[in-house]
């Protein structure tokens, strides 16, 4: 197929002059001239081991936007969205177009959002051969067919290898960038050979284009569906179990991260792929994913052992070691990947207060609230310097990769969740009986068994009570899970201990929230901690 289709993809188009070009080739191939080439290795099994340099993981301070018709007034500027002026964009794709001329590139045609309705083609030119490999893997594969006359929508280009000598002069802020261009629909990738750079760059593209021009809600979740076709939906940062809990031997895996919600309520994903922690990984606990490392599969910064074996507990590289494989390393995958009738939406947190209930039932306004919030905690461990655990907050549980007012994403999901009749869930993955050092991490057969207990409807004719703090609704009984963890209060030994950590808590959401209650309904805002400061305290006790 590579020789075909070759002479047909004429890259001088785009400026770049005397480059071999490399078209489509296999998982194989790329894999073999990797190894060749000296930019990778392979595991006992056969599964390619690359690093990728300096950076092992995003560089959100050195991701830009530019700023023109098409984004001045849409785009939530500011700390995640940073502008740069076009005439500068223009100047670093000439740079990056010269750089990688008289190369040898790997071109790949594929495309992004499964359902065929909001399909958008996309042709990635790279530098480096595993950089192709991992976007076969993440980004929707073409038949023959569709490539034959394949006419790009948005195109990528990456070049690890260049670096910005003068970074100012571009109006960047080192030699390294990720700049998406809404005119031209251009992302540029330079100086970091993270593959993540390309994902998320793409999944920014579509967190703007999908809302905007389509009425498509985009998502940074996870989804499976049952056998009775009911759709659900899991959001949640990293390290929260958002592909964890999504695979379920007794329902078909939609995606593991990027999905749309259009208005004829269908769920599809935009990716082709997995891309998956790997830190501490075993097949006790992540069989899944365990098992789709085998050759096809990317492992990154991983470290090995003295017989070739991968040391997944050594993060001497990063925390962030990863893999990236095809969707169809899964066994129990919905084809193709989307489905229709969402009927539960889970948001996961990692709670290291251990004040969070481990299930609670949400009403529109805290929905929307607690999306907008997007709350979990840091824990010791996941970044340098932390030992106490820490409040974070990401916007829509996504905030790095969305262009718009985080308003704009919870109205559309509100407005969805209404018309579709969605019961909305928060799920507290982490601590009960204390904070991170002192109570215990919340067993994931238990969370298994709550969600599962949701999916069967079985949470639908209990009791609920209201947590004094957060408003949220615990059930009083859930079949599989011992009831007295339901409400946390009763697993912390000091009462007292465990109102003033709620409050603290409360405190933080409520302190992260102002600066979106400008542009938030009166019913959002009331969606949040009912309490705020230590003098109410007594009427709730």
């Known amino acids: 197929m590579e020789n075909v289709l070759k002479a047909k993809v004429n890259l001088e188009k ?16 790329l894999q073999e001239i990797t190894i060749e080439k000296g930019m990778g290795r392979e ?16 560089s959100p301070k050195d ?41 040898e590139l790997y071109v790949r045609d594929a495309y992004v959002c499964a359902d065929p309705e909001y399909k958008m083609n996309v042709r990635t030119i790279t530098e480096y051969p595993w950089s192709n490999m991992f976007i076969y893997n993440m980004f ?16 990528v280009l990456c070049a690890p290898g260049y670096e910005a000598k003068d970074p100012a002069a571009y109006g960047i802020r080192q030699g390294n960038f990720s700049i998406l261009n809404f005119t031209k629909k251009i992302a ?66 939609i995606g593991d991260d990027e999905h749309g919600w259009t208005a004829e309520n269908t769920i599809f994903n935009f990716e082709g792929g997995c891309y998956a922690k790997v830190i501490d990984l075993t097949e006790d606990r992540e069989p899944d994913i365990f098992r789709a490392i085998k050759p096809g599969a990317i492992l990154e910064n991983v470290v090995f052992k003295e017989n070739g074996e991968v040391d997944f507990e050594d993060s001497s590289i990063t925390q962030n070691t990863r893999v990236s494989y095809p969707i169809y390393h899964i066994d129990n995958i919905q084809q193709p990947s989307y489905a229709k009738n969402p009927k539960n939406i889970f948001f996961l947190t990692c709670d290291a207060f251990g004040v969070l209930p481990p299930v609670s039932k949400l009403t529109p306004g805290q929905a929307a609230y607690h999306f907008i919030s997007g709350y979990t905690a840091k824990v010791a461990g996941t970044e340098a310097g932390i030992t106490e655990p820490v409040p974070s907050f990401s916007a829509c549980f996504g905030e790095p990769f969305m262009p718009l007012h985080p308003t704009v994403y919870a109205e559309m999901l509100s407005k969805k969740m209404k018309e579709a009749n969605v019961n909305v ?18 067993r994931l057969r238990h969370t298994r068994a709550m969600i599962s207990a949701i ?16 408003g949220l609704f615990m059930p009083e009984y859930c079949p599989g899970v011992p009831s007295e963890i339901l409400d946390p209060m009763n697993t912390w030994k000091q009462k007292g201990a465990y109102i003033s950590k709620s409050i603290q808590l409360a405190h933080s959401f409520h302190l992260n929230f102002e600066k979106f209650a400008n542009q938030a309904s009166q019913q959002i805002i009331e969606g949040g901690p009912l309490i705020d400061e230590h003098h109410h305290l007594e009427e709730h006790v």
């Not at 099994?45 to 995003?58: D, E, H, M, S």
């Open 188 to 253: 540029l990738v330079g100086g970091s050979a993270y593959t993540g750079e390309m994902k998320k760059g793409i999944f920014s593209a579509l967190n703007m284009i999908l809302p905007i021009e389509k009425n498509v809600l985009p998502m940074h979740c996870s989804a499976n569906v049952g056998e009775l076709g009911d759709t659900a939906i899991f959001f949640g940062l990293s390290g929260t179990g958002k592909t964890t809990l999504s695979a379920d031997p007794d329902r078909k895996l």
């Open 63 to 103: 991701r830009f936007l530019v700023k023109d018709e098409y984004t001045k007034d849409k785009v939530w500027w500011g700390k995640t969205n940073k502008p740069i002026d076009p005439d500068k964009f223009d100047l670093l794709q000439h740079e990056i177009i010269n750089y990688m001329s008289g190369k």
């Open 14 to 29: 785009y400026g770049l002059k005397e480059t071999t070009v490399h078209y489509n080739l296999s998982p194989e191939k």
């Open 43 to 58: 595991t006992s099994n056969g599964t390619l081991a690359i690093n990728t340099g300096k950076f092992t993981g995003r």
């Open 425 to 442: 869930w928060l799920i507290n993955t982490g601590w009960s009986g204390g904070a991170y050092g002192v109570g215990s991490r919340i």
């Open 455 to 470: 999916l069967e409807g079985k949470l639908n004719k209990v009791n609920y009570e209201q947590h004094p703090i957060f």
């Open 140 to 155: 929707l594969r073409c038949e023959e067919s569709e490539l034959e006359n394949f006419q790009e929508e948005w195109l």
